[in-house]
Structure formats: C-alpha cells, structure tokens
C-alpha cells in the first residue's frame, strides 16, 4: 500500500507519521521510490495476489524475464571497473540541483527541490499518443478477465518514464525527449506489459 502510495505522489509532499515520545515527523518532498529486485518467475508470481494484479500494484512495475532460466557457470566473477566517463557523468547528476523557477523567492528555493522540466518534440508526442490509444484497446480487449486491463492502465506513463531516463544526458543540459527515443521506450514498455499478461 505504501509503495502505491508513494509512486503516485512524486509531485506532492507525503507527510511522515508521528510518534508519541519521538523525533518530530519526516516529510518526503516529491518522493521518488525506485526498487530493484531480482529473483525468479515461481518465487515473484506465487507471491502475489489477485488484488496486487487488479489495484494497480504490479502495474508499477518493469519485470523482465531472462531468455535464459538456467545460464552456465562463469569463472570470471571479477567485476571490472566502471567505465571513467560513466562515473563522471553520475556524479555531475548527483551534484546536479535544477534551477528553481524565475520569481521563487530566495527561502522557498532552499526549501525543497524544484524539477528540471524536459521537452518533447513533435515526432515523439505522435509516438507516445498511438502508443496511449493501442493501450487503451488492450485494455479494453481483456476488461474484466481477472484484472488483466490493470496491467495496460499504466503502461503509456511508463513509457513516458522511460523516455525520459532514456533522454537525460548531460547534467544541467535540456532535456529534449525525440523520437527514436519514444520508439524505443514504447516498444520496450508493451513488450513487459503482454509478457505480464502472459504470466499472469
């Protein structure tokens, strides 16, 4: 319920919960929760039930399944070293603190993080729109059949989420979301989207 909560309030300020006796509350301006796990297919979808499918739960997440379930052994677990450029480029994000908008008074700019704000191009914006008209027929193609049009309810967002991780370049740089990108995102996106359908 939390996570659920949290994916859908990146705009917004959640306010933390407060205990009697204790520190005063937290509160997370624009969360922005992003989990990693791995594990296999039996394990994710033995765990889940047929409320995570229709609420919207799994309809969060990005699974992919590897080709192969049973890869042979590898000697060479020595990991070698990040390539330099990457690491330079994650540390210019991670210094990166966008500007806030032309006006904000000098408090409420220190007072929480103000989103850079990215474009997208013409061509990219057609791509996205017939990507979000194709959801919607896949949903309203399995309506009713165990909660499988949740898993389409979200997809065009997620593709938008991907374009823009896809679209980020340099630190501090505009970000412009074009076509080849949005392509990509939305290939990928209804690819993990009929693979959940499938497995569900």
């Not at 996570?3 to 859908?8: A, I, Q, W």
């Not at 929760?33 to 979808?45: A, E, F, M, N, Q």
């Not at 690491?87 to 032309?102: D, F, G, I, Q, S």
């Not at 049009?149 to 991780?165: F, M, N, P, Q, Y």
Request: net charge negative; aromatic share 8%.
């Amino acid at each position: 319920t939390l996570f659920t909560k949290l994916f859908s309030s990146a705009s917004t300020t959640m306010l933390g919960r407060e205990y009697a006796g204790k520190d005063e509350r937290k509160d997370y301006d624009q969360p922005n929760v992003c989990l990693y796990g791995s594990t296999v297919p039996g394990t994710l979808y033995q765990g889940l039930t047929p409320s995570d499918i229709s609420n919207g739960f799994l309809s969060r997440m990005l699974v992919f399944t590897a080709s192969n379930p049973d890869p042979d052994p590898r000697d060479d677990l020595e990991a070698p070293p990040p390539p330099p450029a990457l690491v330079e480029k994650l540390k210019a994000w991670h210094a990166y603190t966008p500007e806030p908008p032309e006006g904000t008074g000098d408090i409420a700019a220190m007072l929480r993080v103000w989103p850079a704000v990215c474009e997208v191009d013409d061509d990219a914006a057609a791509v996205f729109k017939t990507f979000r008209e194709q959801a919607r027929k896949h949903k309203a193609k399995v309506r009713g059949d165990r909660g499988l049009d949740s898993l389409w309810a979200r997809a065009a967002e997620r593709a938008w989420k991907i374009a823009l991780v896809g679209s980020c370049g340099e630190a501090g740089q505009a970000v412009v979301i074009g076509r080849d990108v949005a392509s990509y995102a939305v290939e990928l996106t209804e690819r993990l989207v009929r693979g959940l359908v499938l497995a569900v």
